[in-house]
């Protein structure tokens, strides 16, 4: 599925730049060019993002218990 239909960056290629440490949707942008053009996928970009670092979150905590 595009996550920025303006220039045709899948959701696979938004979900690597985050896992390769993009936080924001700039670094994103800059990572894989999401986003780069008229700004309608930055809030689907902010969600992945989010999801993320829930993700993120709720390994850590099964690690620490
Ligand atoms: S849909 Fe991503 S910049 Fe337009």
Redesign the pocket.
């Known amino acids: 599925m595009y ?5 045709a ?1 899948t959701e696979e290629t938004v979900n690597a730049a985050i896992a390769d440490g993009a936080r924001t949707s700039a670094e994103v942008t800059a990572a894989c060019r ?9 809030e689907m970009i902010q969600s992945m993002i989010a999801s993320h670092e829930r993700a993120q979150k709720k390994r850590l905590r099964v690690i620490a218990a």
């Not at 996550?3 to 220039?7: D, H, Q, R, S, T």
């Not at 999401?34 to 930055?42: L, Q, S």
């Open positions: 996550v920025c239909v303006c220039l960056v999401a986003g780069g053009d008229c700004g309608a996928c930055h």
